[in-house]
């Protein structure tokens, strides 16, 4: 056998027993997709947060990936058919979903289970100060942006403008919102909705160029008796001074932003998750991210879920006494 023969055979041998010898890291780590939401949108630094965070990506057994997406409604529909393993989709949206009640779509996403609480998304309506929409009801024959087609915001502005009368009598704009607050600086809208948390970053864009102010949503939300036909909202406020200009209390409503998974993903993945971001050293990474994920905790880890927990959370949950 030549010399050139016998170093190839070597090297075959030498490469098979690398592969033998190191199965975690060549052959065993699966790569876990995790949906996010659209540029300038907190779903989106929830996806590369946990992506990102050290201890999950030295992870031997998983990859996790985050991936852009519309936002909660997508999400859903992703999760549900395992296109994306993790995602971030509002507490409503999974009850409705998993009861089929979804609007024109009947269908009963049962693969999408409850990972965690991650913060509140309360909705806002940005318009400029002096222009005279006090209501929703004032936007009739505006321009109004209503966040991402497929987005939680989109679905959550169809469902509330419909529940107030107007989503048919407005200049619908499906953007995102960075393109909405852009827009809005630019005399192109009228106004645009947001289902974030506060302080956003679009907003703050749009309070640079304009004197802003907030429509007292959960006041349209009372007078309509919108509360009692969707108890999965919750009243709160947006605090003065959160964005320039704004002095006043801005009384909104919100929904519970959930960490979901396929029903599919190992139990053992979804706890294992769990302990490195529900640390001390994990939440304090999360909430240097950003503000908003202040309020995930131990405590709060199972707040505002009303549907099955996947049976690695439950497990962990469980542990820690909720």
Same mark, same amino acid.
């Given at each position: 056998?030549?010399?050139?023969?016998?170093?190839?055979?070597? $090297?075959?041998?030498?490469?098979?027993?690398?592969?033998?010898?190191?199965?975690?890291? =060549?052959?065993?780590?699966?790569?876990? =997709?995790?949906?996010?939401?659209?540029?300038?949108?907190?779903?989106?630094?929830?996806?590369? #947060? &946990?992506?990102?965070?050290?201890?999950?990506?030295?992870?031997?057994?998983? %990859?996790?990936?985050?991936? #852009?997406?519309?936002?909660?409604?997508?999400?859903?529909?992703?999760?549900?058919?395992?296109?994306?393993?993790?995602?971030?989709?509002? !507490?409503?949206? @999974?009850?409705?979903?998993?009861?089929?009640?979804?609007?024109?779509?009947?269908?009963?996403?049962?693969?999408?289970?409850?990972? !965690?609480?991650?913060?509140?998304?309360?909705?806002?309506?940005? @318009?400029?100060?002096?222009?005279?929409? %006090?209501? @929703?009801?004032?936007?009739?024959?505006? %321009?109004?942006?209503?966040?991402?087609?497929?987005?939680?915001?989109?679905?959550?502005?169809?469902? /509330?403008?419909?529940?107030?009368?107007?989503?048919?009598? &407005?200049?619908?704009?499906?953007?995102?919102?960075?393109?909405?607050?852009?827009?809005?600086?630019?005399?192109?809208?009228?106004?645009?909705?947001?289902?974030?948390?506060?302080? #956003?970053?679009?907003?703050?864009?749009?309070?640079?160029?304009?004197? &802003?102010?907030?429509?007292?949503?959960?006041?349209?939300?009372?007078?309509?008796?919108?509360? +009692?036909?969707?108890?999965? /909202? $919750?009243?709160?406020?947006?605090?003065?001074?959160?964005?320039?200009?704004?002095?006043?209390?801005?009384? *909104? /409503?919100?929904?519970?932003?959930?960490? =979901?998974?396929?029903?599919?993903? *190992?139990?053992? =993945?979804?706890?294992?998750?769990? #302990?490195?971001?529900?640390?001390?050293?994990?939440?304090?990474?999360?909430?240097?991210?950003?503000?908003? /994920?202040?309020?995930?905790?131990?405590? !709060?880890?199972?707040?505002?879920?009303?549907?099955?927990?996947?049976?690695?959370?439950?497990?962990?949950?469980?542990? +820690?006494?909720?």
């Amino acid at each position: 056998m030549s010399l050139s023969r016998r170093a190839m055979l070597a $090297a075959g041998a030498a490469l098979a027993a690398c592969v033998l010898t190191f199965p975690s890291t =060549v052959l065993a780590a699966k790569r876990m =997709v995790f949906g996010g939401g659209p540029a300038g949108g907190t779903f989106q630094i929830v996806a590369n #947060s &946990i992506q990102t965070y050290d201890p999950v990506k030295k992870s031997k057994d998983y %990859r996790v990936r985050a991936q #852009s997406s519309a936002g909660s409604v997508e999400n859903l529909r992703k999760v549900n058919a395992g296109r994306m393993q993790f995602g971030v989709v509002y !507490s409503g949206h @999974v009850y409705l979903g998993h009861n089929g009640r979804l609007k024109n779509d009947t269908r009963k996403y049962t693969d999408v289970l409850a990972v !965690s609480y991650l913060y509140g998304a309360p909705a806002q309506l940005v @318009v400029r100060k002096g222009s005279g929409i %006090r209501s @929703v009801k004032d936007l009739v024959g505006k %321009r109004v942006g209503v966040g991402n087609a497929g987005s939680g915001a989109f679905a959550n502005c169809e469902l /509330f403008f419909t529940h107030m009368g107007v989503w048919d009598k &407005i200049e619908r704009n499906a953007m995102g919102y960075n393109d909405a607050a852009a827009a809005f600086g630019n005399n192109q809208l009228d106004a645009f909705w947001l289902f974030t948390a506060f302080p #956003s970053g679009a907003v703050i864009m749009a309070a640079q160029t304009n004197d &802003i102010d907030l429509v007292d949503l959960a006041g349209d939300a009372e007078d309509s008796g919108f509360f +009692k036909k969707y108890p999965y /909202f $919750a009243k709160l406020a947006v605090p003065a001074g959160t964005y320039r200009g704004v002095d006043r209390t801005s009384p *909104s /409503f919100q929904d519970s932003t959930l960490w =979901v998974a396929n029903s599919k993903v *190992s139990a053992d =993945v979804v706890y294992d998750l769990l #302990s490195k971001i529900y640390t001390d050293e994990g939440l304090a990474y999360m909430r240097n991210q950003k503000k908003t /994920f202040k309020e995930m905790s131990i405590k !709060s880890g199972t707040k505002g879920i009303v549907t099955p927990l996947h049976p690695g959370a439950e497990r962990f949950w469980k542990e +820690k006494g909720l």
